[in-house]
């Protein structure tokens, strides 16, 4: 136990002194949340670039559907040929000119309308445009069809079906995908700090073997604690760089944005296109405040601390699992080139986990492949982890899942643990060679 | 128990290969025990058996009357074949961390550091980094990392491969007051002439097999046959030589003319020295008669040649 530790603080300190290591945890945030305040920077910018469209309407069927926005401004040209309105367009530094013909009919209007830019126009503005269009268009067919705008108000509902479980909590519409997205990020969590710190691992495990030390190590202690005191210590010095990203992330990113003057909502893009469609269009949902309300309730009663109880679970075993086989894998290997054709198979299961994730679990927590995934030992840490904000039991995960995933889990931890461990007692004697799967599969007979 | 060592009948299987089969050793305390053999023969097997990074499949062995236990690697120092230390770590730091991981405290650590620092005199080295010094140096180092717990038991495998002269020599001596301080030392090689003169007891591996073991000046008495060299200072080289050719079996004779300087080897039949010394006074003046002793390598030759010619 004593050489565990003085294993685990060498390992430790060894990682934390390291200068690419204080760099890059020192670096990551600045360069994070230079990221992210050069966007909101540029957002900002972008918006208020303030571009005016000239209009050179012909027709009777268009008049003032236009309406200007933050962004945009239109401008009426009245009785000027299509080329001189061009020209003028052009001097007066416009952004566009929208040309609608004269024509009898509002189809062969539209058909034949133009929207000219010096350059390919931005997809905001032809959004803009073709909403101004497809909504005459309808008009003008749904009266051919013999209805009044006000009848047609009355059809032009929107519906969305309100859920609830069967013990009568109300659902909100999407909430699963915001609770999947929050166990995704848990998820993606770990697969980042398995494949960064796994790594580190493994180098670590080289280095021992290139400087020809793990033989004077090894008369020491036991090759399976100096495992494991590699495997804490790099991970605690991971734990630690994590916890400065996340604080002085923060900090970084609150100053930024009161130094910037940047309005962190003003990143809500989603958002921002709601309002400016729905404030002409379709009348917008009308219970806003409520759903917001709802939102808000459905994140409350999120079971944090059962999630972050579970995290730390699959966390701690996922990570041990994973960190023992590159432990195993640099041991096997004489220098870094030689871990690609190992490397790989590990990371599959742990893309595949995300990605199963992002595009199954999110649609249906609880569908066939969201369970099979989350019961299997080497994808459940991240697929369990986006299942587990639904909650556990009635309407969530049930419990029998919760714990057959975690005894698989467990199950494997033993196992990988105890064959990478071998094929790391034998790998690290091992000089010269560059071993395959079948000499591997040989060393685990080795007493 | 005067031996601090004892393997009986080790046996060692990797897959289908026998590193060691059936080895048995008594290493007698306070003394430099030869474990000689050439490359592959299973000495550094044996020897990771010694320090419990491996396990024999048969066998037993023991530590100073015990059976060997996890708490005796405190004991055992060992200098690998394969060695090195963490390159960008610093000297003081390391050293602490490997005599901790021994079992030793930390500050009775730092004071033995600093005596063996100065007394190799490497006192300013405690804050550099291991890839800040040269070759030799890093070896100074990896000598004192190995002594420094003050094993009953110390393990050189190969210790001179890649000494330069000057450390090597340095080593040497430091080895020796070791010893004289009680400690016993096990060297392994397999460039057997390299530690001839340092080794007082032997025993020769070859093909996993320990085939010799002993005392090395009895192997050395039991393995000479009578064999002189011997010089005469004469003039009529020809007709002594050829007078000495008919009484007893001659090889490898040169003259040279200028010095008037007849060499030759003999074969005695049996122990009658004195008197072949005699009858050579009586023909020419003798400047040289040397009973040549067999080197280790020829005794380890002739025995793997005679094992094979039985099997």
Not at chain 2, 37 to 59: E, S
Request: charged share 20%; proline share 3%.
């Amino acid at each position: 136990m004593r050489k565990l530790l003085l294993i685990i603080k060498r390992e430790y300190l060894a990682k934390v002194r390291n200068k690419s290591f204080v760099i890059m945890t020192f670096l990551s945030p600045i360069l994070m949340v230079g990221m992210v305040v050069l966007i909101a920077y540029l957002t900002k910018v972008n918006d208020n670039d303030h571009k005016v469209i000239a209009i050179l309407n012909e027709s009777n069927f268009f008049s003032n559907e236009f309406v200007a926005t933050t962004s945009t401004s239109y401008v009426n040209f009245d009785d000027v040929s299509l080329e001189t309105a061009k020209d003028s367009v052009a001097s007066l530094g416009f952004y566009g000119l929208l040309y609608i013909p004269d024509e009898i009919h509002i189809e062969k209007v539209c058909d034949r309308s133009f929207f000219y830019t010096e350059d390919a126009p931005s997809t905001d503005i032809t959004e803009k445009i073709d909403a101004v269009f497809q909504e005459r268009l309808r008009q003008s067919r749904l009266l051919e069809l013999g209805l009044t705008a006000s009848e047609f108000e009355k059809v032009d509902t929107q519906f969305d079906i309100r859920t609830a479980t069967f013990d009568g909590q109300t659902n909100v519409k999407g909430i699963n995908e915001i609770k999947a997205f929050i166990g995704g990020g848990f998820g993606y969590l770990i697969m980042m700090f398995i494949i960064i710190y796994g790594g580190f691992v493994m180098r670590s495990v080289i280095e021992e073997k290139t400087s020809r030390i793990i033989e004077v190590i090894i008369s020491s202690v036991k090759p399976f604690q100096l495992m494991l005191g590699k495997i804490i210590g790099t991970s605690l010095a991971g734990i630690t760089q994590f916890g400065i990203w996340l604080v002085s992330a923060s900090v970084l990113l609150l100053v930024a944005f009161a130094v910037f003057d940047i309005d962190p909502s003003a990143l809500n893009t989603s958002a921002h296109l709601q309002t400016g469609m729905g404030a002409n269009m379709a009348p917008t949902i009308p219970t806003a405040d409520q759903t917001v309300q709802l939102y808000a309730q459905e994140l409350f009663r999120i079971p944090w601390v059962m999630l972050i109880f579970f995290f730390l679970v699959y966390f701690l075993l996922g990570y041990l699992i994973y960190s023992s086989i590159y432990a195993a894998i640099g041991a096997a290997v004489d220098n870094e080139t030689d871990t690609q054709q190992f490397i790989f198979p590990i990371i599959l299961p742990l893309m595949l986990a995300i990605y199963v994730g992002f595009f199954s679990v999110f649609s249906n927590p609880h569908g066939p492949i969201a369970v099979g995934f989350s019961l299997f030992p080497l994808t459940s840490p991240i697929v369990m982890l986006m299942r587990l904000p639904g909650g556990i039991g009635e309407g969530g995960v049930p419990v029998w899942e919760l714990v057959t995933s975690i005894l698989l889990l467990f199950g494997t931890f033993i196992g990988i643990v105890w064959l990478a461990a071998k094929i790391y007692r034998v790998g690290i004697l091992m000089y010269g060679k560059k071993p395959t799967y079948k000499e591997l599969f040989k060393w685990l007979k080795y007493d | 128990m005067n031996d601090i060592l004892v393997a009986k009948e080790v046996t060692k299987k990797y897959g289908e290969h026998t590193a060691l089969d059936e080895v048995s050793l008594n290493i007698p305390k306070n003394s430099i025990y030869g474990l000689l053999g050439p490359n592959g023969a299973g000495k550094t097997t044996l020897i990771r058996i010694i320090n419990q990074i491996t396990y024999p499949d048969k066998g037993e062995v023991y530590f100073d009357g015990e059976a060997l236990q996890n708490h005796h690697v405190a004991q055992i120092g060992y200098l690998p074949e394969e060695r090195g230390l963490y390159k960008s770590m610093k000297v003081g730091e390391q050293a602490l961390y490997l005599a901790q991981l021994k079992g030793l405290d930390k500050a009775e650590a730092k004071k033995r550091l600093k005596f063996w620092f100065e007394r190799l005199e490497i006192g300013d080295w405690w804050n550099k980094k291991i890839q800040e010094l040269s070759k030799g140096m890093a070896q100074k180092i990896q000598f004192i990392v190995t002594v420094l717990h003050e094993p009953k038991l110390l393990i050189f495998d190969e210790p001179f491969s890649g000494f330069d002269p000057i450390n090597a020599n340095i080593i040497k001596d430091e080895i020796l007051k070791l010893k004289e301080q009680g400690t016993s030392i096990i060297f392994s090689t397999h460039r057997m002439e390299s530690v001839e003169e340092l080794c007082e007891h032997i025993a020769l591996i070859h093909r996993s097999k320990k085939v010799l073991d002993g005392k090395l000046s009895e192997i050395k008495r039991a393995y000479k046959n009578n064999i002189y060299r011997v010089g005469l200072q004469t003039a009529n080289a020809e007709l002594i030589l050829s007078e000495i050719t008919e009484k007893f079996k001659v090889s490898n004779s040169s003259y040279d003319s200028l010095e008037n300087q007849l060499d030759f080897t003999l074969q005695l039949p049996d122990e009658k020295s004195g008197e072949v010394l005699a009858y050579l006074s009586n023909k020419a003046n003798v400047n040289r008669f040397v009973e040549t002793i067999p080197s280790t390598s020829e005794i380890f030759i002739r025995t793997v040649q005679s094992k094979e010619l039985n099997a």
